[in-house]
């Protein structure tokens, strides 16, 4: 995506996080939140994966859940503690 596109989607997006600050019915707030998806979809922050590297999605996975676990397991205790606070 090149600069001047990205550049025209957080415009979008900053817009759209405006009008759900503002938004004074649940339809203008409806509308405004289906706005900030758009732009985060365009922005490729939401939405379908677009990448095809055939690692499974892990996300909203704990480390410890995921096939991160032997890492997880091999860190001193501390930062493991430190990862679930």
Same mark, same amino acid.
């Given at each position: 995506?090149?600069?001047?596109? &990205?550049?025209?989607?957080? +415009? ?20 405004? &939140? ?5 732009? *985060? ?18 996300? &909203? *996975?704990?480390?410890? %859940? ?7 397991? %091999?860190?001193?205790?501390?930062? &493991? +503690? +430190?990862?679930?606070?």
């Amino acid at each position: 995506m090149s600069e001047t596109i &990205r550049h025209g989607h957080v +415009k979008a997006l900053m817009s759209a996080r405006r009008a759900v600050r503002d938004a004074q019915t649940e339809d203008d707030l409806k509308t405004a &939140r289906d706005g900030v998806q758009s732009a *985060k979809e365009a922005l490729g922050e939401r939405g379908d994966v677009w990448w095809t590297d055939g690692a499974p999605d892990e996300t &909203r *996975k704990a480390p410890w %859940n995921s096939s991160y676990a032997e890492w997880w397991e %091999n860190l001193p205790e501390e930062d &493991r +503690k +430190k990862g679930r606070d």
